[in-house]
């Protein structure tokens, strides 16, 4: 949930203009609420958990998420279920980036004093923008994070329908179908803000800052769009759906689980797929309880018996650390996910094994695959096969020269490649009948 008390939040700036329509205030008016910052005995708190955690959380998570985009992007990892995670992954950078700017910079500034000019100049410019575009962007986040949980339900529940519906086309289409319907949600939060303006004689200084506009302000659009529609389309609809759908998951798994030694490889990987984003499914509904709780309290006006602004910095900080997570989940479940990260990242010939390369293909499934590859890849970059005519095969470069297999059935390059192994007792026929698809 990112949540923002715009009538309490105080910036101001030193310029005569602004893109956003500015109010002047007028000290006379009865309802006038000085810009200038008030004492506030909350600035450890907000220091500590925006200014200190989420600064750091974030940067740490846009990180990950830049790797796990690169590693999920490979070429040998395309797939349905990979493009999903690709554009949950760019949607969580853009709401860690966005909670940074409108609540994790401006957390220092109260405490410390330090980031006046982004405090009193640059936030409320940017704010009644960089606001609407985290709502966004997180309606995005909870959405895909609930079509992840369809398309493994899809593979694991229904593996026969799973090639006509989980496949990478159709995944662009979810994306860019939930991405506009975030967009359209949360439109009316363009004109949420409006932003003040006041002269400080006594410190020369023109302050600005943001109040809520007449629309925010309207008790029937909190009522039913703040408050109820909120409530539903952000939490009941995708806490439902993620938890039928995850228990139908959760339960095939562990069924799949007591007849392991009868499942084919395909299965057992799609198992341990969904067995990861399962993880990937708990972190959010742990990060998402309390922003819930929040909403329920502000719904149906609950008393508590202390301030819900400690309550709203927590849920925030728990939002930003459910957007920068994933990467360390793959790392943890994801053998091949870590395998290629330490290929790419940390350039140790002790993890190249000849069967996977960063610029090659790989004649194994990838980590993180819906099952689309169906060939066996028995080469590596410009590694050819051809046939002689006696049937045998001859493995070559692109140089021309090639090498006959050994009379013991066997191959060997200089450069460590796949091998093919026939029994030296078969004949032509036997070997004309054996079948290798090979792809470049």
Request: glycine residues 6%.
């Amino acid at each position: 949930m990112v949540s923002a008390s715009i009538g309490e939040s105080t910036v101001s700036l030193n310029v005569s203009s602004s893109f956003w329509p500015i109010k002047v205030a007028n000290p006379n008016d009865s309802n006038f609420q000085s810009c200038l910052m008030a004492e506030d005995s909350d600035v450890f708190f907000q220091f500590v958990v925006n200014g200190l955690f989420m600064n750091l959380i974030g940067v740490l998570g846009v990180l990950g998420n830049i790797i796990s985009m690169i590693i999920l992007s490979r070429p040998q990892m395309r797939s349905s279920i990979n493009y999903l995670l690709i554009g949950l992954a760019r949607v969580d950078t853009v709401l860690i980036i966005t909670s940074m700017l409108l609540f994790g910079l401006p957390g220092i500034y109260p405490y410390s004093g330090m980031l006046f000019t982004y405090f009193y100049v640059v936030l409320p410019h940017i704010a009644p923008v960089v606001f609407p575009l985290a709502t966004v962007v997180q309606t995005a986040s909870v959405y895909l994070t609930v079509t992840v949980s369809l398309e493994r339900f899809v593979a694991v529940c229904h593996p026969l329908r799973a090639r006509s519906l989980c496949t990478y086309g159709r995944a662009r289409i979810y994306v860019v179908g939930i991405i506009i319907f975030s967009a359209m949600y949360n439109l009316p939060k363009l004109w949420e803000t409006t932003v003040q303006k006041e002269i400080s004689e006594r410190d020369n200084i023109t302050v600005y800052c943001l109040r809520e506009s007449e629309l925010r302000g309207n008790e029937t659009y909190i009522h039913i769009y703040i408050h109820w529609l909120y409530l539903i389309c952000m939490y009941l609809v995708p806490f439902v759906s993620l938890a039928v759908l995850n228990a139908c998951i959760y339960r095939q798994v562990l069924r799949a689980n007591k007849e392991r030694q009868r499942l084919s490889r395909h299965q057992k990987r799609e198992i341990g797929l969904a067995t990861m984003l399962l993880g990937v499914v708990v972190v959010f509904f742990f990060c998402n309880l309390l922003p819930l709780v929040i909403n329920i309290i502000e719904t149906f006006r609950v008393d508590i018996p202390f301030s819900l602004e400690y309550l709203l910095q927590t849920s925030n900080l728990l939002v930003t650390i459910n957007s920068s997570v994933n990467f360390i989940i793959y790392v943890i479940f994801g053998e091949k996910f870590k395998r290629l990260f330490l290929i790419l990242f940390c350039n140790n010939n002790l993890f190249r094994n000849g069967r996977e390369s960063p610029e090659g293909v790989t004649h194994e499934d990838s980590l993180i695959s819906n099952g689309d590859r169906q060939s066996l890849r028995l080469h590596r970059q410009s590694t050819t096969v051809s046939r002689n005519g006696a049937g045998s095969i001859n493995f070559g470069r692109s140089n021309g020269s090639t090498r006959q297999p050994s009379n013991r059935g066997s191959c060997r390059y200089a450069n460590p490649g796949p091998c093919v192994y026939y029994p030296a007792n078969r004949n032509n026929k036997e070997i004309s009948q054996t079948t290798v698809l090979i792809e470049d």
